[in-house]
């Protein structure tokens, strides 16, 4: 019998944050039976450096209240008090949980002994801790190229320095990560149009980007802009509460009165997989309302000075916009070519912006294509190496990017591989896929 732990979806009328928030944290962790210990963790794990369930570090670390769903849900599923047992998986065959959702297979619980499949009875089994351990396993690999060691961006520079110098030394450098899937795309797509494969402003410049569910420390900061009457454009296809306000949990004001602050100026439902052309309808309008103010003797909307200075290419960039309809815009972005006007009002008054995206830019097929447009939408005028403007991938789980730093790539570097010889006296494979034209993600 399947187990019943559906939730169910019912629509949500509060703002996102305060009241509503505190329930639901309290709601996964009785969920997995860990009220305390749950809370301690919580409150033990947010820290200045960031939270190990989002991308958002903050050096002025005030609170150690602040989490989203996610996290707290990350926390609860890893601290959970249920356990999945080998009397359990004798009761259910393979065929048949591979039928359940992901939800319902994680509230089972965590196992409790090493499993292995057997296919005569379509059952999961124990073994022994012998049994598991994988280093007879990769001794009995004829190609160490056979192995591949997946690593995430929740572990820490220590272990994942240890993790790739055990596996070089081993004999390979297979370490798919989740950096691939959050923002390969950032890394290979942005060091053509700007020279570097990360964000270009400081962390106290930054917000935007799916905030209540990715980046919850992002909510306190989007609010204190909002505020303070920045303009704040949104394009999600999903009408995140978050974007449109936000009870924050430390404002006794807000708490007590049961108030909230609005966020986006602006939130436009783009349609799934085309934000490109809503980046490409900013930039047509742009050029067309730098060409009409030209033409009337007004101020430039593009800094040509800086496009002249620091870029080259705005000739076929301006000639493919021209060539692309409004008519295809709209039908691709399902925006109203009016709603993207306005964005590109605001874009084009601010004096600083910044433009931020997460991984629906990045896990798509053209993912690198969509960067390189956010690039050269920052280009036009000249929001790059300017104070307070430029460009913000933010990345998956706190540590991608520091995972890349300490070595955990399929491409290291050549010097990289030298080093580690000269220093642990053993000698890496080299890897045969790097080519002078390949940009490094380190």
């Not at 958002?56 to 707290?72: L, Y």
């Not at 240890?162 to 297979?174: I, K, M, P, S």
């Not at 309808?281 to 009409?292: F, N, Y």
């Amino acid at each position: 019998m399947k187990m019943s732990n559906r939730k169910s979806i019912r629509p949500y009328h509060h703002p996102a944050g305060g009241w509503g928030a505190l329930k639901a944290l309290s709601e996964h962790l009785l969920e997995q039976r860990v009220p305390v210990k749950g809370a301690n963790t919580l409150r033990c794990m947010n820290q200045p450096e960031g939270c190990p369930g989002c991308a958002w570090p903050d050096p002025k670390h005030t609170s150690s209240f602040e989490f989203c769903e996610n996290g707290a849900k990350a926390v609860a599923w890893e601290a959970t008090a249920k356990r999945c047992t080998p009397a359990f998986l004798a009761q259910h065959s393979v065929a048949e949980l591979s039928g359940w959702s992901d939800y319902e297979l994680e509230m089972v619980g965590r196992l409790t002994y090493p499993m292995a499949y057997d296919a005569s009875s379509d059952h999961y089994v124990s073994v022994s801790w012998e049994h598991a351990i994988i280093g007879r396993h990769l001794r009995a690999l004829p190609d160490p190229n056979m192995a591949e060691f997946y690593t995430s961006g929740r572990t820490s520079n220590e272990a994942a320095f240890l993790y790739q110098l055990f596996v070089r030394e081993y004999g390979t450098n297979n370490f798919p990560d989740c950096s691939n899937m959050c923002h390969e795309a950032t890394s290979v797509g942005l060091p053509q149009p700007i020279g570097v494969g990360k964000g270009t402003v400081l962390l106290e410049d930054l917000f935007g980007q799916n905030p209540g569910t990715n980046g919850p420390r992002m909510m306190t900061k989007l609010r204190d802009a909002s505020r303070r009457g920045a303009p704040i454009i949104s394009f999600n296809p999903f009408r995140e509460r978050a974007l449109e306000r936000f009870q924050a949990p430390q404002s006794p004001i807000e708490m007590a009165t049961l108030t909230s602050t609005p966020i986006s100026s602006r939130l436009y439902q783009v349609r799934v997989g085309v934000d490109v052309a809503a980046v490409k309808g900013i930039m047509k309008a742009l050029v067309e309302a730098d060409e009409m103010a030209r033409a009337n003797g007004e101020p430039e909307i593009l800094d040509w000075d800086f496009i002249r200075g620091h870029t080259h290419g705005i000739e076929a960039l301006v000639n493919d916009l021209k060539a692309t309809g409004w008519s295809d815009i709209e039908r691709c972005s399902g925006l109203a070519r009016t709603d993207i006007e306005y964005a590109a009002q605001v874009y084009m008054k601010a004096e600083r912006a910044i433009i931020v995206y997460g991984m629906g830019i990045t896990q798509h097929r053209r993912g690198a294509q969509n960067v390189q447009q956010l690039a050269n939408l920052a280009l036009l005028r000249g929001h790059i190496g300017r104070e307070g403007a430029g460009i913000c991938p933010v990345r998956g789980h706190s540590n991608v990017q520091g995972d890349r730093t300490v070595g955990i790539t399929e491409v290291p570097s050549q010097e990289f591989l030298d080093r580690l010889a000269l220093r642990f006296g053993f000698a890496p494979r080299a890897n045969m896929a790097i080519t002078s034209s390949q940009p490094s993600k380190q």
